[in-house]
């Protein structure tokens, strides 16, 4: 089962935290940032905000696609990552254009209220640490991972739903809608 990927929510929630970490991150920081918004938005709400692939990487989880779009080596679409933000700078990826954004709500309107909010929690639980700080917290307490010494690999998302402490019947159902979603999703973008 395959999520339809968002370079536009990875964009604008990269943006979010961006915004709040005064236009500028480590990529391993906000890296772990985006994964954690994503790991709770399946926790709180059983879908993603992404739709980005899981994977275990030697400095822990993290998107694989958005991480590829981070990194330079997938192209970039309309509204995409490019249009929010720079190519990356050694370790440091920086908001293209600080002044764009006014505040989260008023102008990452890809986002919904709900994913702000939990945008917002996620950045005052982790902003404060450094990006080894929060690659620790990852390994130490996303059980999903697993050191994938040197490769890498993906995370199913029902190893994630058992951390995560749904029963099997919760893991089914909510398999089958993020299936049912992303067929639908498939649909529509292909008519588009």
């Known amino acids: 089962m395959q999520n339809i990927f968002s370079e536009t929510k990875a964009a604008q929630v990269a943006a979010f935290f961006l915004f709040y970490g005064k236009g500028r991150l480590n990529i391993l920081k906000l890296m772990k940032l985006l994964y954690l918004a994503e790991r709770r938005s399946y926790q709180l709400y059983g879908e993603p905000i992404i739709g980005d692939k899981l994977v275990s990487m030697d400095h822990g ?26 190519f990356r700078e050694g370790h440091e990826i920086a908001l293209r254009d600080p002044s764009v954004i ?7 309107l890809a986002l919904s209220d709900a994913e702000l909010e939990l945008l917002a929690q996620v950045w005052g639980e982790f902003g404060h640490l450094t990006q080894y700080q929060i690659r620790d917290y990852t390994h130490q307490h996303c059980p999903e991972w697993e050191d994938p010494q040197g490769s890498s690999f993906p995370i199913q998302l029902e190893k994630l739903f058992e951390v995560l402490s749904f029963d099997n019947v919760q893991s089914k159902s909510l398999l089958e809608r993020i299936g049912s979603t992303s067929a639908i999703n498939l649909a529509f973008s292909k008519c588009s």
């Open 102 to 108: 006014r505040s989260p709500e008023e102008d990452l």
């Open 61 to 86: 989880p993290v998107l694989s696609r958005t991480l590829n779009h981070l990194n330079g080596m997938t192209s970039s679409g309309e509204d995409g990552v490019d249009t929010w933000l720079t």
